[in-house]
T-cell receptor, first 117, second 110 residues
Framework: GAVVSQHPSRVICKSGTSVKIECRSL??????MFWYRQFPKQSLMLMAT?????????EQGVEKDKFLINHASLTLSTLTVTSAHPEDSSFYIC?????????????FGNGTRLTVT | TQLLEQSPQFLSIQEGENLTVYCNSS?????LQWYRQEPGEGPVLLVT?????EVKKLKRLTFQFGDARKDSSLHITAAQPGDTGLYLC??????????FGKGTRLSVIA
């Protein structure tokens, strides 16, 4: 089945530094990928929709200058958390669809646990 | 804004019991999906329902999509410890991104 790979799985960084998270579709091309954030014991909150070759679409309340998204190829999207602060600590998950048809499922990466100290 | 309300939020039951998780909205969805997520991992798709009134079965799990396509339920028969996890419903309509419910955290005790 379709596989989405996310890297790294865990990262610890100091406050003020930047962290890049990669999301790859391993056996399919994804023109659109989605980035979610999940706080402990809560559901997934959509942060942005990453579009290959164009600007990402951010959800209301998500700072585009803080969460930089680059979707440079059909198999790779990256999320960079710039000038990270402890409140950015969270579980970040990416996903992609194999096709865009009605009801086509999202395939999720295994997430990245970010801890900002 | 489309919202999906899931209930209950938490559920702790004994092995062998049955349970039902509900997913409700005031909005109509063109499709609804159920996912299961384990700690430290991404959600894994269980089922997609697209037709009002549709019922799908996956071993001991039965999924139903409401006739009006505003609600859905997940019923687990004879729950096992391996069913423990976070169950998420997610719906979409038109070109809007998938909207997730807040999840139901299920704990099945042996």
């Amino acid at each position: 089945g379709a596989v989405v790979s996310q890297h790294p799985s865990r990262v610890i960084c100091k406050s003020g530094t930047s962290v890049k998270i990669e999301c790859r579709s391993l056996d399919f091309q994804a023109t659109t990928m989605f980035w979610y954030r999940q706080f402990p014991k809560q559901s997934l909150m959509l942060m942005a929709t990453s579009n290959e070759g164009s600007k990402a679409t951010y959800e209301q309340g998500v700072e585009k200058d803080k969460f930089l998204i680059n979707h440079a190829s059909l198999t790779l999207s990256t999320l960079t958390v710039t000038s990270a602060h402890p409140e950015d600590s969270s579980f970040y998950i990416c996903s992609a669809r194999v096709t865009g048809g009605l009801g086509s499922p999202l395939h999720f990466g295994n997430g990245t646990r970010l801890t900002v100290t | 804004t489309q919202l999906l309300e899931q209930s209950p939020q938490f559920l702790s039951i004994q092995e062998g019991e049955n349970l039902t998780v509900y997913c409700n909205s005031s909005s109509v969805f063109s499709s609804l999906q159920w996912y299961r997520q384990e700690p430290g991992e991404g959600p894994v798709l269980l089922v997609t329902v697209v037709t009002g009134g549709e019922v799908k079965k996956l071993k001991r799990l039965t999924f139903q999509f409401g006739d009006a396509r505003k609600d859905s339920s997940l019923h687990i028969t004879a729950a096992q410890p391996g069913d423990t996890g976070l169950y998420l419903c997610a719906g979409e309509s038109g070109n809007t991104p998938l909207v997730f419910g807040k999840g139901t955290r299920l704990s099945v005790i042996a």
